[in-house]
């Protein structure tokens, strides 16, 4: 594409910080948009760690009973059982239970998304229950065509269903819901990305329970493995490409450049709060057209930075932004530490919700760091836009398999996972599934 005006755009004039940006995942997406050695495109990157699906858990109600954190899909269903049966808030009443998912959207990716206790059995639907991965026989599969795990995991939340540990009203809880049921202290577990504490933890102590604790953990392991792997998916927002009748392809490359040297190399921190629209700095510019927002590590990068800021109480040597994230988290724990925090202030609520996030030793972000650093994932084997098949299908496809498992899980047979999986395949669960080998077989 950049070569049919005689000259590659790329190579001509990106800049240093445009590669930086492109190679951030280790040009990972880079190369799957390059294709007999000629770039088709230019990735807008996003971080694949922000989106993977944790568990969430009110650590002071596992405190109250004298429970520890599950760490398998046993300790699981036994905390989700003392959480709906033992009174884990402490006040004489049968009014929490423990876990709560989306059975509206279901497979989400976001709040409440029900892939994790699938992945906990080795089985991945995946975000839009449309994740490819390599099969046993090395093979491009579709995730949820594991019908050994899919049944395992199924039977797993039957039962939980049945004694009224998982919502009993999981049906028409959709992501919104899940956060209230999360916020109001009814609900003891839920799984959602990284983020999945920040509003519960303001929404809990608005509530009247200041000392709720929200804490996270990996997906619990259901396979006796000693540790789950969730599926992780490309990290990919969009593609930018350009027709080849284009008369100047580099206008593309510069305002990609000019996008990166403001959001992710600003020459000093006025340009940063210029250019990302902080405070009384703000110009307006929203990004230009590549709508590029920071580097796309930006938040493993906040969390390696930041938490042992927190913990020494030594913000020098932190970036005006990463010191952005740092005032706030102190300014809360200094409130806390002597017994006045001010859920008014917006400063102390801004630091409550990060603090769940890169300053929590039990939060989120500790614990991807050991899953990122022990590289326990699945790795999506497409890694590339969806084809036309997959436009076209992955709706209808999506909403049989929502469907399917909702059915299972509230009382019928997990056997008709089979029958499912047939009909999955005849409404073009074979054409995506073929479609992903194609690019697979290409790289
Ligand atoms: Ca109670």
Redesign the pocket.
């Given at each position: 594409m950049w070569r049919t005006t005689g000259r590659d755009a790329f190579e001509e004039y990106a800049t240093d910080e445009l590669r930086a940006y492109l190679n951030s995942d280790g040009g990972r997406m880079l190369g799957t948009l390059t294709i007999d050695g000629r770039l088709y495109g230019l990735p807008r990157l996003s971080n694949a760690y922000d989106a993977l699906p944790m568990m969430f858990v009110r650590q002071d109600w596992l405190d109250r009973l004298g429970l520890g954190m599950p760490a398998t899909m046993d300790e699981l269903m036994e905390v989700a059982r003392a959480f709906t049966y033992s009174?884990?808030?402490?006040?004489?009443?049968?009014?929490?239970y423990g876990l709560a998912i989306d059975g509206v959207d279901v497979f989400t990716g976001g709040m409440g998304d029900a892939n994790a206790p699938f992945y906990a059995f080795g089985a991945y639907p995946g975000p839009d229950a449309m994740a490819f991965i390599e099969g046993s026989d090395g093979k491009v599969a579709w995730g949820g065509a594991n019908a050994e795990g899919m049944k395992k995991a199924l039977v797993f939340l039957q039962e939980m269903y049945k004694d009224g540990s998982l919502a009993k009203d999981f049906i028409t809880m959709d992501s919104q819901k899940v956060f209230e049921e999360a916020g109001s202290g009814r609900c003891g577990i839920w799984f959602g990305p990284m983020w999945g504490a920040m509003q519960p933890s303001t929404d809990l102590m608005r509530a009247g329970f200041m000392d709720a604790h929200v804490t996270s953990g990996p997906i619990p392991d259901g396979l006796g493995q000693g540790g789950s792997r969730p599926f992780l998916k490309a990290s990919i927002e969009s593609v930018f490409m350009m027709s080849s009748k284009c008369e100047n392809p580099e206008a593309l490359i510069k305002l990609m450049n000019l996008s990166i040297q403001k959001m992710c190399f600003p020459e000093s921190d006025d340009e940063y709060n210029k250019y990302a629209g902080i405070g009384d700095a703000s110009s307006g510019w929203k990004c230009a057209l590549t709508n590029i927002s920071g580097m796309p590590f930006k938040n493993y990068d906040v969390f390696k930075t930041v938490y042992p800021a927190v913990e020494k109480r030594d913000p020098s040597g932190l970036s005006t932004e990463q010191a952005s994230y740092y005032k706030p988290i102190v300014q809360y724990l200094d409130t806390l530490a002597a017994g006045a925090v001010d859920l008014d202030d917006g400063m102390t609520a801004m630091g409550i919700q990060r603090y769940t996030v890169f300053a929590d030793p039990q939060g989120s972000y500790a614990a991807l760091d050991k899953l990122i650093k022990a590289d326990q994932f699945v790795y999506s084997a497409y890694s590339t836009g969806p084809t036309k098949n997959m436009a076209e299908f992955a709706p209808t496809l999506k909403k049989l398999t929502a469907e399917t498992i909702v059915k299972i899980i509230t009382g019928e047979s997990a056997d008709t996972y089979d029958s499912f999986l047939e009909n999955w395949r005849k409404l073009g669960g074979t054409e995506v599934v073929a479609d992903a080998q194609a690019w697979a077989d290409a790289q």
């Open positions: 009174d884990p808030d402490g006040n004489g009443a049968n009014d929490t």
